[in-house]
């Protein structure tokens, strides 16, 4: 049965393809050297959408405990199996270390799997 929360749904995913991933595939992905960058905004975008999905009320003072269980709930229910063991590094080191400080740690973004045993 189709009702206004489905239509609500469908409009969001919408949108952010238009708005997030329409655009990444243009400027960032088809570019040999912004890796780091499209990072940044994959983090962003991943804690946009966990907070899409796990909509609350909440005071700004619980936003970051919250935020972070948000995150990795997000990760564990919606990337491959066998990312659930790392939501919360990805939360602590990809998400808040990039998009706050601009530095990575825990994780090696450098394209060659087979060096890096903990490469996104």
């Known amino acids: ?14 949108n952010f393809k238009k708005w997030v991933l329409k655009p990444l595939d243009k400027y960032i992905f088809n570019e040999t050297n912004n890796h780091f960058i499209a990072f940044i905004v994959m983090a962003a975008a991943i804690d946009n959408l966990a907070s899409m999905r796990y909509l609350t009320s909440i005071s700004d003072t619980e936003e970051r405990s919250y935020a972070a269980k948000r995150y990795t709930e997000y990760i564990k229910n919606y990337f491959p199996q066998g990312y659930k063991k790392y939501s919360y590094n990805l939360w602590q080191y990809f998400r808040c270390k990039i998009v706050h400080r601009f530095q990575l740690e825990y994780f090696d973004l450098r394209q060659d799997k087979q060096t890096y045993s903990k490469h996104l």
Do not use: A, F, V, W
């Open 1 to 14: 049965m189709y009702n206004k929360q489905n239509k609500i749904i469908e409009e969001t995913l919408s």
